[in-house]
Nanobody, 121 residues
Framework: QVQLEESGGGLVQPGGSLRLSCAAS????????MGWYRQAPGKQRELVAV???????NYADSVKGRFTISSDVAKNTVYLQMNSLKPEDTAVYYC???????????????WGQGTQVTVSS
């Protein structure tokens, strides 16, 4: 089994910054990709950013220039640095990982529990 633990969410004023972290643990052989999704009330879950084991990065157009995704391979951890936050960034942010597990039957896509980000004055 694999677990994803998220942290770093909270309340911040417009223009402020926040850093999210997500650490994967368990019987992990390797991680093919890790990313962040978000879901605002009444809206569908959407991709925010993703990074692969080869260093390929993709951002949603709405966050380009403001958010930065990075990873620490040794710690099986992905980060999302969020700057110049806007009220429309308010959502529950979910970590996602495509995992190759030591036990092959547990390989697959895993989700974190979600962390609330609220941008408001």
């Amino acid at each position: 089994q694999v677990q994803l633990e998220e942290s770093g969410g909270g309340l911040v004023q417009p223009g402020g910054s926040l850093r999210l972290s997500c650490a994967a643990s368990g019987s992990i052989f390797s991680i093919n990709a890790m990313g962040w999704y978000r879901q605002a009330p009444g809206k569908q879950r959407e991709l925010v950013a993703v990074i692969t084991d080869g260093g390929r990065i993709n951002y949603a157009d709405s966050v380009k220039g403001r958010f930065t995704i990075s990873s620490d391979v040794a710690k099986n951890t992905v980060y999302l640095q969020m700057n110049s936050l806007k009220p429309e960034d308010t959502a529950v942010y979910y970590c996602n990982a495509d995992v190759a597990a030591e036990v092959s039957e547990y390989s697959g896509v895993y989700w974190g529990q979600g962390t609330q980000v609220t941008v408001s004055s």
